[in-house]
């Protein structure tokens, strides 16, 4: 995220990397996993970045619904995958999603879940 706090768009990504890697200390032993110039597809078009929202979406939602069995005590319980099954399963694309989704939780998927998920502190 730092690299978007720059007003100028003419960055050079070596030099930006080992100078932030410094900044905050990263250990030499531990190798970046991701550089760069492989998050171009991210940035190039508005396409593949909308795309890309939905797919982190998607993961909300997953996180989310599974919240719902692990406050009803079970993944198995039958009134929780029975409210799944008529709301989100059975009607295909015949609604609304975010219609059926509110049926099915009582509420908008909650974006906290998936940070959870991830291991971020969520309050």
Known sequence: MELHTRPDGDVDPAKFERET????????EIV????????????T????????YSYLWSEVMDADAWGAFEEAGSPFDPQTAEKMRRYIL???????RAEAYRQFRGRDPD?????????FPVQ
Do not use: C, T
């Open 90 to 96: 059975s009607n295909g694309n015949s609604i609304d």
């Open 21 to 28: 890697l410094a900044r905050i200390g990263m250990p030499r």
């Open 111 to 119: 974006v906290k879940a998936l940070l959870e998920k991830r291991g």
């Open 32 to 43: 970046m996993r991701h550089r760069l110039p492989q998050f171009n597809h991210l940035f």
């Open 45 to 52: 078009s508005d396409s593949y970045s909308a795309g890309y």
